[in-house]
């Protein structure tokens, strides 16, 4: 089977992409779970914070927006962010209101908004309106739609094991042979492994696991409009879900490519920050997972073609931002593999070049 354009990974990266690339060549898109989004794409907390992360990131999420807000009627919902500092967390409460804009507010103001919040151990407050939540489940099969209403094949339990370059690429998948000209790799934390196997050098990506742990509503409240909330500098934190409240631990382990899941011990001490900022106890677990986020040394993100390989392209490293730059790079994506002009910034280009490395 023989396409333009080969991707290999089915979370937002790998989907989103496709979309852009539809309409410049064939495309086949090869993930190896059965589902889309199984991995990272699955397992977010679906916000889009347009000043979290470096100033690379911070272009990209600027630079989605106008997608976000939009496209299809638009993904994003108000649901805002909610800081809350210990008398010990003074540099980390400063910092959110630096890094993100983050307003101070009263005590009482931020307990109208989060009436769990234990004032015997809160000392400040602080909160960030324009904090709306991604409906990420709605924007994948919106660029599915895209890709696959423009041609794009999408192939699941396709889990690529080989690749050559015979003149064009040739990808094995199981039984099966693929053969592309350019090959666009959009596999999350295994990208410097398929990287590997095309002949390119790793970049030194790293995954890191984020856990996740939902419970039953606290004391039985109505949280549907309860801001995300956390504990100053990402100690923990935690937001609605479907009628209950997920809670993460904000963890940042370093742990190599894999079917992640929540750790007990890790789980428990997150539970245990969470718990002292706030009155109900916690009794009951639902239940828990976690997701990896994948970042370069520099945690920016990684788009372009590689260095030295000919038509190998990378699009990795979407860490804890995958979600709120996807419109932006998939963007990126068509525009540099489509050699017109690009939207970005050539300064942003280069940050995110393979090639800094
Ligand atoms: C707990 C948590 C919270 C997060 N919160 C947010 C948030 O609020 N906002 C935000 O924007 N982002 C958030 N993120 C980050 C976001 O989820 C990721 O950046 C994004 O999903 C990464 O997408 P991806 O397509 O690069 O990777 P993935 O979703 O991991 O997809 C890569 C795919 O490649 C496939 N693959 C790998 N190797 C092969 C192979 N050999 N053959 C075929 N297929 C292969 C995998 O099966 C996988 O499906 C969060 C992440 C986590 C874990």
Redesign the pocket.
Same mark, same amino acid.
């Given at each position: 089977m023989t396409y333009d354009f080969l991707i !290999?990974?089915?979370?937002?990266?790998?989907?989103s992409a496709a979309a852009h690339l539809a309409p410049l060549g064939s495309v086949c898109l090869? @993930?190896? @779970?059965s589902a889309?989004?199984?991995?990272? *794409?699955? #397992?977010?907390?679906?916000?889009?914070?347009r000043d979290?992360g470096n100033d690379v990131v911070r272009a990209l999420n600027y630079a989605s927006e106008e997608h976000h807000r939009t496209a299809n009627g638009g993904v994003l919902s108000p649901r805002g962010l909610l800081s809350l500092a210990r008398a010990q967390d003074g540099a980390a409460f400063e910092a959110d209101l630096a890094g993100l804009g983050m307003a101070e507010i009263s005590l009482p103001e931020a307990v109208e908004m989060f009436p769990i919040l234990n004032m015997a151990t809160t000392t400040r407050a602080s909160y960030l309106a324009e904090a709306p939540d !991604?409906d *990420?489940d709605r924007m994948l099969q919106n660029f599915l739609k895209q890709a696959r209403g423009q041609g794009a094949e999408v192939i699941c339990s396709?889990?690529?094991?080989a690749i050559r370059k015979a003149g064009r690429w040739r990808v094995q998948?199981g039984e099966t042979e693929y053969s592309a000209r350019i090959l666009v790799n959009?596999?999350? %934390?295994?990208?410097d492994? !398929?990287a590997q196997?095309a002949g390119a050098e790793s970049l030194g990506f790293q995954p890191y #696991?984020?856990?996740?742990v939902r419970i039953p509503a606290p004391d039985g409240h109505d949280l549907r409009n309860w801001p995300m909330t956390q504990g100053a500098g990402e100690r923990w934190y935690a937001k609605p879900d479907a009628g209950a409240w997920m809670i993460?631990p904000g963890e940042e382990d370093p742990m190599p %490519?894999h079917d992640?899941w929540a750790d007990d011990m890790v789980l428990a001490e997150g539970i245990a920050r969470y718990q002292e900022m706030v009155t109900p106890e916690v009794t009951r677990l639902e239940t828990s997972w976690?997701?990896? #986020? *994948?970042f370069a040394p520099d945690h920016s993100l990684v788009v372009g073609f590689d260095r030295v390989v000919a038509d190998f392209f990378w699009?990795?490293g979407?860490?804890?931002?995958?979600?709120?730059?996807?419109p932006a790079v998939a963007q990126l994506v068509g525009e540099l593999i489509g050699g017109g002009g690009t939207s970005l910034d050539a300064t942003v280009i280069n940050a995110l070049s393979p090639a800094r490395f």
């Open positions: !290999i990974g089915g979370g937002i990266a790998g989907v090869l @993930e190896g @779970e889309l989004g199984y991995h990272a *794409t699955g #397992r977010s907390a679906a916000m889009y914070l979290y !991604i *990420t396709a889990s690529v094991s998948a959009a596999a999350g %934390p295994w990208v492994g !398929i196997m #696991r984020r856990s996740m993460s %490519p992640a976690a997701g990896l #986020r *994948t699009v990795g979407q860490g804890g931002y995958g979600f709120q730059t996807a």
